[in-house]
């Protein structure tokens, strides 16, 4: 059985980056995740900064463990490395 880890999301609506980290995980079939959108909930903001060292969205967390941006979502994807973390298997 597979893990599929818990996903945070810190994004803000007219963000390019997040629209398209968010779509390549809905590639990967996954929708299901927590999303504070720092438009919508400013306060959330120095939270972001606190636990991910870094003040640009989005900001990517698995199960806690900080995945980074959007650039670091799709190199990981490109390494072969954000399948095993999703919890996906490659096709046979």
Known sequence: MTH???ILL???GHC??????KALLREK????????D????PERRAEM???SGRKTVP???????HVGGASDLFALD???GLDPLLGLTPAS
């Open 78 to 80: 490109d390494a072969g």
């Open 10 to 12: 810190y994004t803000m």
């Open 29 to 36: 079939g996954i929708t299901d995740w927590t999303e504070y």
């Open 59 to 65: 900001q990517i967390f698995f199960d806690g463990h």
């Open 49 to 51: 900064v606190r636990v």
């Open 16 to 21: 390019p980056y997040c629209k398209r980290a």
């Open 4 to 6: 599929t880890p818990d």
């Open 38 to 41: 720092l438009e919508i909930v």
